[in-house]
């Protein structure tokens, strides 16, 4: 999990990602409806507003970059827990979606990944920490 951005940054070596050639109509139109919901809750996260991570729902998981600090995978309460942790560690915090990407499989259906970028105050500090490509 990354830190998002409010601002430009450089779009230049985002990933396109091509849809499976054996996925079928109903799995490409579910697989829309978690970009669409993600793509909501993002849209209100680049504003600062998390409020949404408490209704994530249990089957949620958070994959969090080898780089990051504790990282490692987290599921439900543990993922909510790590997310409430992580926003208020900041007195300022935006993220924003800058990629959403079809991780879906054969045994474990739509499942959506999303490339962030974060940008972040620290308490008594003016300057930001941002947070490219999800590598905080």
Do not use: K, N
Not at 35 to 46: I, M, P, T, W
Not at 48 to 58: T, V
Not at 97 to 109: K, L, N, P, S, Y
């Amino acid at each position: 999990m990354s830190r998002g951005v409010a601002g430009p940054y450089d779009r230049s070596d985002t990933r396109t990602v091509a849809p499976h050639p054996r996925t079928a109509d109903t799995r490409r139109a579910m697989s829309q409806e978690h970009v669409d919901a993600l793509r909501s809750a993002y849209e209100q996260f680049a504003r600062g507003d998390f409020s949404a991570y408490s209704e994530l729902p249990d089957d949620f998981e958070l994959v969090l970059a080898p780089e990051m600090p504790d990282a490692g995978s987290y599921r439900g309460d543990a993922a909510r827990r790590w997310l409430r942790s992580w926003v208020e560690s900041f007195e300022r915090l935006t993220v924003e979606a800058v990629e959403f990407i079809d991780a879906r499989d054969r045994d474990a259906g739509a499942q959506v990944m999303v490339e962030l970028l974060q940008r972040g105050w620290l308490a008594g500090s003016a300057d930001a920490v941002d947070c490219p490509r999800g590598l905080c």
